[in-house]
């Protein structure tokens, strides 16, 4: 058996974002975000779910971080909630939000573990939005102005960065499909709240620079692979066009300051209003890319496949399945993901910001999960990851989607992606068997095949 070891310094570490783990909606000063006016809805989520309590992780947080040490975590990635720090959105601060990351941050230091900061998960203040949201380009603005207020407090101590986590996310499944805060259905509105996204990325880490920081600063993308269902062209050209538009339209701004040709052509009207010098902006240096991958797609041409008309399938490779999500598990999409990255736009330093997926967990009498199937999951895209790094992939560290249970968006508290099991009705955290794995590939830098 190969013994499949991590370079040097590899980073090992698992992922959350507020809104999914905080609860604590509207305490110590906190504004309304877009999530807590969306889930407040009726019909917007699954079961009638929301993150009024979450994992109660805002009361819980010393708990949790001794929970991170105990699991050997070199990192940990959490999402700062914008409105606990401006509760309009800007203006004046609440010193009682800034508190407690400070606290947070304090506390994983003294427990040996790297903070990894995200400054925009998805829960943008609504009284942002009242104004236009990202579609406003004030937004940018404000952005920085918010990015600024937490490098200023927190730039000494926090050595990884991230501006935004996935903007296509943000953008389509809340601008264009409605399906996500702020449940809006209008390409133009989607293709203008992305290039914002990007220019507000690029300005914050202009604002990075100029203030002499000492931390590195990037972006998270999620990128899928996608593969053509056959090679007809017609199904080859909504492949190119689906990859266009999920990946490219972030990473060719990114990294070589354009937009892909064939997607605008195809967008035509709706493509955003964009200002001289905005793409010279966006395509500011970063530190490294943090990339998301969880699953892969066949693309087939459809007729009625909506704006970019296709079509998309569930790709598993031979002998696995589908995850909770209906996601298909594809391993070596992850790798040519990252070959992609790779040969396309630079080979950029990159962290693997999130991976994981959620299965059926089923407790015993004392609340422990056996769950082999993450094990198999996780373990399989560590092996991907191991043949990248191989291949050439400038890859330097893996945070596990997620540290714990919690609320998965539209689908509420139904998917369970955590490494450690949350019972939604005593908060009580049970570490399940993926968790006592990962702690042990974490202590040996890798595993045996
Ligand atoms: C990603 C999100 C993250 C989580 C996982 C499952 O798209 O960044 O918050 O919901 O999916």
Redesign the pocket.
């Known amino acids: 058996m190969a013994w499949r070891k991590f370079p040097e310094g590899f980073l090992w570490g698992a992922?959350t974002?507020a809104y999914?783990i905080e609860g604590a909606w509207n305490e110590d000063g906190k504004g309304e975000s877009i999530w807590d006016r969306f889930t407040h809805r009726k019909y917007t989520i699954l079961n009638g779910d929301t993150g009024d309590v979450a994992c109660d992780h805002y009361h819980k947080m010393p708990e949790d971080v001794a929970l991170m040490k105990e699991l050997g975590l070199q990192s940990y990635r959490f999402s700062i909630a914008w409105t606990r720090i401006f509760p309009d959105g800007r203006g004046s601060v609440n010193q009682k939000g800034l508190d407690f990351y400070e606290r947070l941050v304090d506390k994983l230091l003294a427990a040996g573990i790297i903070p990894n900061v995200t400054l925009n998960?998805?829960d943008l203040p609504q009284a942002l939005q009242d104004e236009g949201g990202w579609v406003n380009r004030d937004c940018t603005a404000w952005f920085v102005d918010y990015a600024r207020v937490m490098f200023d407090r927190l730039g000494d101590r926090v050595p990884l960065w991230s501006t935004h986590?996935?903007p296509w996310?943000i953008a389509f499944l809340g601008y264009a499909f409605g399906f996500f805060a702020p449940g809006i259905a209008d390409y133009s509105r989607a293709y203008q709240a992305s290039h914002h996204l990007l220019l507000s990325h690029g300005l914050a880490v202009q604002a990075f620079r100029a203030g002499g920081y000492q931390g590195k600063i990037g972006i998270?993308l999620?990128l899928s692979c996608y593969q053509p269902a056959s090679e007809k062209e017609s199904d080859r050209a909504a492949c190119k066009r689906v990859y266009e538009n999920n990946s490219a339209l972030f990473l060719q701004p990114l990294f070589k300051g354009s937009y892909p040709e064939m997607l605008f052509n195809w967008i035509a009207s709706h493509a955003p209003k964009i200002e001289e010098g905005d793409l010279k902006v966006i395509s500011e240096p970063i530190d490294f890319l943090g990339v998301?991958y969880?699953f892969t797609e066949a693309i087939a041409f459809a007729q009625w496949g909506g704006f970019l008309k296709s079509s998309s399938t569930p790709v598993s490779a031979p002998g696995w399945g589908y995850t909770e999500?209906g996601w298909g598990i594809n391993p070596p999409g992850f790798k040519s993901v990252l070959l992609d990255i790779k040969e396309n736009y630079g080979n950029p330093k990159i962290y693997i910001t999130?991976n994981?997926c959620?299965f059926k967990d089923t407790p015993d009498d004392n609340e422990f999960v056996s769950d082999w199937e993450r094990i198999n999951f996780l373990r399989a895209h560590l092996l991907a990851l191991h043949d990248a790094l191989q291949s050439g992939v400038n890859l330097h560290g893996y945070y596990v989607?997620?540290l714990m249970d919690n609320f998965?968006?539209a689908h509420g508290f139904a998917?369970r992606?955590g490494l450690v099991r949350v019972n939604y009705q005593t908060l009580r955290r049970i570490p399940k068997q993926s968790a006592l794995w990962y702690r042990e590939v974490i202590s040996r830098n890798g595993f045996e095949e």
């Open positions: 992922a974002a999914q998960h998805w986590n996935e996310v998270v999620s998301n969880y999500m999130e994981g959620a989607w997620s998965e968006w998917p992606f």
